[in-house]
């Protein structure tokens, strides 16, 4: 395994992270549970050992019981409602950090898909759609056709 090291925060700031990762583990889930709980089409997590995962401030947690049973503590800011990670609603093993609230996630490309049968039908098309660097009245990345 590579060791890197992350920084992560909240929008507002109120918890941030540190943690030791491997980058190869980046996952993207398009189940249904991380499409509503992201409000996004998938959501990109990094599985990270929880004793490897320093967390300042106090995140809230939402348990989840999945139709199998499990339960997976849902950590989110208190003040900004930032999605931090999931893990086990009990016994805390491992931590799935939200790839989203991650400093060095552009260094972090996603190695697995996981749920692929609910996955947005568009996705293959993002490539093709025209793109701005930034707002709608920034220059064109990439043309419209």
Same mark, same amino acid.
């Not at 395994?1 to 491997?22: E, K, R, Y």
């Not at 898909?113 to 490539?127: F, R, V, Y």
């Given at each position: 395994?590579?060791?890197?090291?992350?920084?992560?925060?909240?929008?507002?700031?109120?918890?941030?992270?540190?943690?030791?990762?491997?980058p190869s583990k980046v996952v993207i889930c398009h189940c249904a549970d991380c499409q509503q709980f992201s409000g996004a089409p998938f959501r990109a997590v990094l599985p990270t050992?929880?004793?490897?995962? @320093?967390?300042? $401030? *106090?995140?809230?947690?939402?348990?989840?019981?999945?139709?199998?049973?499990?339960?997976?503590?849902q950590a989110f800011c208190p003040e900004c409602g930032t999605q931090l990670y999931a893990t086990e609603a009990d016994e805390p093993k491992v931590m799935n950090l939200r790839l989203g609230c991650v400093k060095e996630r552009a260094h972090l490309a996603p190695?697995? @898909?996981?749920? $692929? *049968?609910?996955?947005?039908?568009?996705?293959?098309?993002?490539?093709?759609?025209?793109?701005?660097?930034?707002?709608?009245?920034?220059?064109w990345m990439a043309e419209p056709t």
């Open positions: 395994m590579t060791s890197m090291p992350i920084t992560g925060q909240c929008h507002c700031g109120a918890i941030s992270f540190t943690a030791l990762v491997d050992p929880a004793e490897q995962v @320093q967390v300042s $401030g *106090q995140p809230k947690h939402y348990v989840k019981v999945a139709a199998s049973g499990n339960r997976r503590a190695t697995l @898909q996981i749920w $692929g *049968q609910s996955a947005m039908p568009w996705l293959a098309q993002l490539q093709e759609q025209p793109m701005r660097g930034q707002g709608m009245a920034s220059p």
